[in-house]
């Protein structure tokens, strides 16, 4: 192993500093192959974009979901409970198709040159068509495939709980290689600078040549990895293990760490030298991203398990006690919370001014205030203004839900959160965080890691 934990990492467990809140609102939110259009309830829909921030535009009932959807052209994608993938109008939520034969449950969706690709709970990674819905081709694994794919140069990266990383043709899903880790793999692929950044729950992480798959550095954490995307910021590799850990990008030399009171099961997001997380006990933690030394948190009622966005200055991010909060990236002071009537673990993705967020209720889509769109939303299928995950967003970096990797392009003919080259992943942001940064980290797989695999709630 070419980088080690240190014990002198910066503990802050029992540290936390609530956010102060400001003006406070609880915002009440007012079901194999291609399935019929309007089967999916959908209420609170509105033409109009005049609602304040936190309102509630739509809400569709499509069972629970937990992993960040993937806003692309006129269509959000997300995977629920029901094992389906659902395509949902973007401006009204309702349903344009939905793909089944045992589809998603857990995997964050990206989608890239109308294509969409997923994982399924029972092994299977999944390549479908954006407009219709109908089957491309699809792989089988030996376990579970709770990542998002991280889409990047016509290959698809994969991890599975069979142990392995996996690369797939992404036209045909043919095996280019694939890479055994001594564990499960649960957190989703990072592809910068043809080198894909994978944590295994063997307790490492890898660097792994995109091109073989050969092993360029291994860096042992301090704990099982089953968190979500990691996050890459110039640099510098982010990503949990109980701990929250800062690797060289290059080595795998460890440069600092940082333990909470809960444990972090998402994405970090980098924006602007600032790493947001969200932990297990409720904590919403803002960090230096040069020594890990905190700047604030904020208390939330519950656990959290998803990857924060971060986008023009706030930071969105949902927890269990069924809300989704939005607070300013600076102070961490509560701008407005939703209610959304159900655990709120998806990671949030934001496009054209609209949040997108998973629930046990379905995906529900609210008024952001701004315009600016996440990796996961029509750019990249990742969440929002970050700087690294798989696929970074804008700005540092920021999944993801669905890791950032390479991902569609916006409708602006932006980047998306999934796409992995490093400029694009800075500068899109990612599922929580910046749009690049975010996206890179999130994967959209953070909440799935963070559940136990069998944990079927």
Same mark, same amino acid.
């Given at each position: 192993?070419?980088?080690?934990?240190? #014990?002198?990492?910066?503990? +802050?467990?029992?540290d936390?500093?609530?956010? +102060?809140?400001?003006?406070r609102? *609880?915002?009440?939110r007012?079901?194999?192959g291609?399935?019929?259009v309007?089967?999916?309830g959908?209420?609170?829909a509105?033409?109009?974009?005049?609602?304040?921030p936190?309102?509630?535009r739509?809400?569709?009932?499509?069972?629970?979901?937990?992993a960040?959807?993937?806003v692309?052209?006129?269509s959000?994608?997300?995977?629920?409970?029901?094992?389906?993938?659902?395509?949902l109008?973007?401006?009204?939520?309702?349903?344009?198709?939905?793909?089944?034969?045992g589809?998603?449950?857990?995997?964050?969706?990206?989608?890239v040159d109308?294509?969409?690709?997923?994982g399924?709970?029972?092994?299977?990674?999944?390549a479908?068509?954006a407009?219709?819905?109908?089957?491309e081709?699809q792989?089988?694994?030996?376990g579970?495939?709770?990542t998002?794919?991280? =889409?990047?140069?016509?290959t698809v990266?994969v991890?599975s709980r #069979?142990?392995?990383?996996?690369?797939?043709?992404?036209?045909?899903?043919?095996?280019?290689?694939?890479?055994?880790?001594g564990?499960?793999?649960w957190?989703?692929?990072?592809?910068?600078?043809?080198?894909v950044? =994978?944590?295994s729950?063997?307790?490492?992480?890898?660097?792994?040549?995109?091109?073989?798959?050969?092993?360029?550095?291994?860096?042992?954490?301090?704990? =099982?990895?089953?968190?979500g995307?990691?996050?890459?910021?110039?640099?510098?590799v982010?990503?949990?293990?109980?701990r929250?850990?800062?690797?060289? +990008?290059?080595n795998?030399?460890?440069?600092?760490?940082?333990?909470f009171?809960?444990?972090?099961?998402?994405?970090?997001?980098v924006?602007?030298?600032?790493?947001?997380?969200?932990?297990s006990?409720?904590?919403v933690?803002?960090?230096?991203?040069?020594?890990?030394d905190?700047?604030?948190?904020f208390?939330?009622?519950d656990?959290?398990?998803?990857?924060?966005a971060?986008?023009?200055?706030?930071?969105?991010?949902g927890?269990?006690?069924d809300?989704?909060?939005?607070l300013d990236?600076?102070?961490?002071?509560?701008?407005?919370?939703?209610?959304t009537?159900?655990r709120?673990?998806?990671?949030?993705t934001?496009?054209?001014?609209?949040?997108f967020?998973?629930? #046990?209720?379905?995906?529900?889509?609210?008024?952001?205030g701004?315009?600016?769109?996440?990796?996961?939303?029509?750019?990249?299928?990742?969440?929002?203004?970050?700087?690294?995950?798989?696929?970074?967003?804008?700005?540092d970096?920021?999944?993801?839900?669905s890791g950032f990797q390479e991902?569609a392009?916006?409708? *602006?003919?932006?980047?998306?959160?999934?796409?992995?080259?490093?400029?694009?992943?800075?500068?899109?942001?990612?599922?929580?965080?910046g =749009?690049?940064?975010?996206?890179?980290?999130?994967?959209g797989?953070?909440?799935?890691?963070?559940r136990h695999? #069998?944990?079927? +709630?």
């Amino acid at each position: 192993m070419s980088g080690e934990i240190s #014990d002198s990492g910066t503990d +802050r467990t029992g540290d936390a500093t609530p956010g +102060r809140g400001l003006g406070r609102r *609880d915002l009440l939110r007012t079901a194999a192959g291609v399935a019929l259009v309007g089967s999916v309830g959908v209420s609170g829909a509105s033409a109009g974009r005049s609602e304040p921030p936190g309102d509630e535009r739509w809400t569709a009932s499509v069972g629970g979901v937990e992993a960040s959807p993937a806003v692309s052209g006129e269509s959000v994608y997300a995977g629920s409970h029901n094992a389906n993938l659902h395509a949902l109008d973007r401006e009204t939520g309702e349903e344009r198709w939905s793909f089944g034969e045992g589809a998603t449950r857990r995997s964050s969706p990206t989608v890239v040159d109308g294509t969409v690709y997923f994982g399924s709970f029972e092994g299977t990674v999944f390549a479908v068509d954006a407009e219709s819905g109908e089957e491309e081709w699809q792989y089988g694994t030996d376990g579970g495939v709770f990542t998002s794919p991280a =889409v990047v140069d016509g290959t698809v990266y994969v991890g599975s709980r #069979d142990t392995s990383v996996y690369a797939l043709d992404a036209g045909n899903g043919d095996e280019v290689w694939s890479f055994g880790t001594g564990g499960e793999v649960w957190g989703s692929p990072t592809v910068v600078d043809g080198t894909v950044y =994978v944590g295994s729950s063997d307790s490492v992480l890898y660097a792994l040549d995109a091109e073989d798959g050969s092993s360029v550095w291994e860096f042992e954490s301090s704990s =099982v990895i089953q968190s979500g995307a990691t996050t890459v910021v110039e640099d510098t590799v982010y990503f949990s293990a109980l701990r929250l850990h800062a690797v060289d +990008r290059n080595n795998g030399e460890e440069r600092w760490n940082a333990r909470f009171t809960g444990d972090i099961k998402g994405s970090a997001a980098v924006v602007d030298g600032t790493v947001f997380v969200g932990d297990s006990a409720g904590s919403v933690v803002a960090l230096d991203g040069a020594n890990g030394d905190e700047t604030w948190s904020f208390e939330t009622g519950d656990t959290i398990w998803a990857s924060p966005a971060v986008t023009e200055g706030t930071v969105l991010i949902g927890s269990e006690d069924d809300h989704v909060y939005a607070l300013d990236a600076g102070d961490g002071a509560e701008q407005w919370r939703y209610d959304t009537g159900g655990r709120a673990n998806g990671s949030p993705t934001v496009a054209g001014g609209t949040v997108f967020v998973g629930s #046990d209720v379905g995906v529900v889509a609210l008024e952001t205030g701004f315009a600016t769109e996440t990796p996961g939303a029509d750019e990249t299928d990742m969440p929002a203004e970050t700087e690294s995950p798989a696929t970074p967003t804008a700005a540092d970096a920021t999944p993801t839900d669905s890791g950032f990797q390479e991902t569609a392009t916006p409708d *602006d003919g932006d980047p998306t959160p999934t796409e992995t080259d490093t400029e694009a992943a800075t500068d899109a942001g990612g599922p929580g965080f910046g =749009v690049a940064a975010t996206i890179a980290g999130l994967g959209g797989a953070g909440y799935l890691l963070g559940r136990h695999p #069998d944990d079927e +709630r």
